[in-house]
């Protein structure tokens, strides 16, 4: 499996994660929230933090397959579905599976958190972005690159990471995703045309 992290410069690398070695014994959602809780207590950096995920992660999809399948399609008018799985208030974490319908895209944003997409089924483009900011035209952003996402990958953010996605082939994309603590203060949706941000 590959785990990728893009950084705050739009630059996507791959992490090196040890190999581990798993029990086969079932791997429950509320013992990896559990595990999740204890590793973000003891760990500050937000990077690190997203390298120790993966391989959790990594073991809960392949342990639990209800996580496979969404409940809720996409919704044909939105292009999009979100079912959450976990969400407490006064906790900094959300976990939730997403589905796309193929063609959909998103706006350029990014998510005043740290998080993590792990792909189930289906294909994503991510374009990566980052800040060029001008005198008359602060909220500038201009294009990095891209990578295919395919199921079995993960891809990571940091919170300042700019991004775009589309559903790519003709099945909706399934995604199971994770993030931190929101700053709705600096989450923003970024246009190209008007070259502005615009908190969302
Ligand atoms: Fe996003």
Not at 161 to 171: C, K, M, P, V, W
Not at 177 to 193: K, S, V
Request: net charge negative; aromatic share 12%; hydrophobic share 40%.
């Amino acid at each position: 499996m590959d785990y990728l992290l893009v950084d705050d410069r739009g630059i996507c690398e791959e992490i090196k994660v040890p190999d581990r070695e798993f029990s086969n014994s079932p791997y429950r959602l509320y013992r990896f929230l559990n595990d999740l809780e204890d590793l973000l207590a003891s760990i500050s950096s937000d990077r690190d933090r997203l390298q120790a995920i993966c391989p959790l992660v990594q073991r809960l999809l392949t342990s639990s397959y209800w996580l496979q399948v969404p409940e809720q399609p996409p919704d044909p008018e939105l292009g999009w579905s979100v079912q959450m799985l976990y969400d407490e208030p006064f906790f900094p974490l959300t976990v939730q599976l997403v589905a796309w319908l193929p063609g959909i895209a998103s706006p350029i944003h990014n998510h005043g958190a740290w998080g993590l997409v792990a792909l189930i089924s289906g294909k994503e483009k991510n374009t990566f972005w980052r800040r060029s900011p001008t005198v008359e035209f602060p909220g500038k952003i201009e294009r990095v690159g891209d990578r295919v996402i395919t199921a079995g990958e993960i891809v990571t953010f940091m919170s300042d990471t700019i991004h775009s996605i589309e559903a790519l082939g003709d099945e909706p994309t399934i995604s199971f995703n994770i993030y931190g603590e929101t700053n709705y203060e600096q989450r923003f949706e970024f246009d190209l045309d008007t070259m502005s941000a615009q908190i969302f």
